[in-house]
């Protein structure tokens, strides 16, 4: 056996251990493993971090970006006029429908704005609506009922699309969460739900839905439903892709405390394991105008399995627009205090007992927002000009 002052043996001098993730390292060696965190860290602190933010763009011409916890204003982006929908993809582009040029008077066209670089990209003219694929790889819009155009999200470079032979209808389309099927609820030129295999670009199945409803789509959980109204009463229909057709519907039936006054449009949000209803303001048919009797806002949580009312929070809220946060516990809203667009605000929400955490006033003007997640080192501070490519 070696002598313990040679090396031989363990020099309980020099080398005391210490624990470091359940291995024993001596003092010597806990100095190295150390100095190698410390030489890392500035590695660590120099990777790009994603910050969440609220979009909010406005008829007027721009997308404001506003701070999500306490909704004050971030910065601004200058973009084309009659801006009416904003959503983001990855590494810091989003996309915008906004006005046609060159004069910005008609509406509307599909544009692609790369803050990293600052230009701002017309892919398609005109087009009805658009999403982004959960993997943010592609986005998928229509120009009317002509099929579905699809984009290459990185490089906007166009896909093959789904033709009108496959797709006919006017869809609000929704992908899958993972992101394999497109799933396109239409009420033109009939009222059907077409679900789609995206990579093949083939209908996989094509579902009737009763005439005499209007129709909305959303996932809850995992889960596509279908959502049909007239007036206060609703059907909701659980949509699967290998059933050959939809399941009896659960009903879900709404107080309307002005029935004269005739109900003129809702919307459908996911809150987690729960369907939000709402009526939705600010539109043509925004009954506030012409009834004379107080309208309730507010949204209507309901148990989508059952069809059966939870909770009617924030009747006071008069909402043209609700969006989720990912895990379902906040909500975004433009709220509508009077029949115009002349006071408008976002709140953020509380997504069980309506509570509200914060409130912005906007400007009088028409609003779009979207949840997004923008690299801390491309966010604009103060006002973005973007130059429009050729």
């Known amino acids: 056996m070696g002598h313990p002052a040679t090396g031989g043996g363990y020099n309980t001098a020099v080398c005391r251990t210490s624990i470091v993730g359940g291995s024993f390292l001596c003092e010597a ?3 190295k493993y150390l100095l190698g965190i410390l030489l890392l860290l500035p590695l660590v602190a120099a990777q790009p971090q994603d910050r969440p933010v609220l979009l909010a763009a406005h008829r007027a011409g721009r997308v404001e970006l506003l701070n999500v916890d306490t909704l004050q204003p971030m910065g601004s982006i200058v973009v084309p006029p009659l801006a009416d929908g904003v959503m983001g993809a990855s590494k810091g582009v989003l996309f915008l429908r906004a006005g046609l040029s060159p004069d910005f008077r008609g509406c509307c066209a599909l544009y692609a704005l790369d803050l990293k670089t600052r230009n701002m990209t017309k892919l398609l003219q005109p087009v009805s609506g658009f999403t982004v694929s959960p993997d943010a790889r592609h986005i998928v819009t229509q120009r009317g009922n002509t099929g579905i155009e699809v984009f290459d999200a990185r490089t906007l470079q166009p896909e093959p699309s789904i033709p009108r032979s496959i797709a006919p209808g006017i869809y609000g389309l929704s992908f899958s969460p993972d992101g394999h099927l497109l799933f396109g609820t239409s009420n033109f ?7 789609l295999d995206f990579n093949e670009r083939k209908l996989v199945r094509r579902l009737p839905l009763p005439e005499e409803f209007a129709i909305r789509g959303a996932w809850v959980d995992g889960d596509y439903y279908v959502y049909g109204y007239r007036q206060a009463t609703g059907e909701l229909w659980r949509v699967k892709a290998d059933d050959s057709e939809l399941k009896m519907p659960v009903k879900i039936d709404l107080p309307d405390l002005a029935p004269e006054c005739e109900l003129h449009d809702q919307g459908v949000r996911a809150v987690g394991d729960r369907l939000l ?11 506030r105008g012409a009834c004379r009797k107080n309208i309730p806002g507010g949204a209507f949580l309901v148990d989508p399995k059952t069809g059966k009312q939870i909770a009617h929070i924030t009747p006071e809220l008069h909402f043209a627009q609700l969006i989720s946060t990912e895990d379902g516990a906040e909500l975004y809203g433009i709220d509508l205090a009077s029949a115009g667009w002349t006071s408008v605000a976002v709140v953020r929400l509380n997504a069980t007992t309506g509570q509200i955490i914060a409130t912005q006033k906007l400007s009088s003007d028409v609003w779009f927002i979207d949840l997004v997640n923008i690299p801390e080192e491309l966010l604009p501070h103060g006002q973005l000009e973007v130059k429009a490519s050729k």
């Open 29 to 31: 060696q806990m100095s």
């Open 189 to 195: 030129p009939s009222p059907a739900v077409d679900i």
């Open 277 to 287: 209803v709402f009526e939705l303001f600010g539109g043509k048919g925004d009954r």
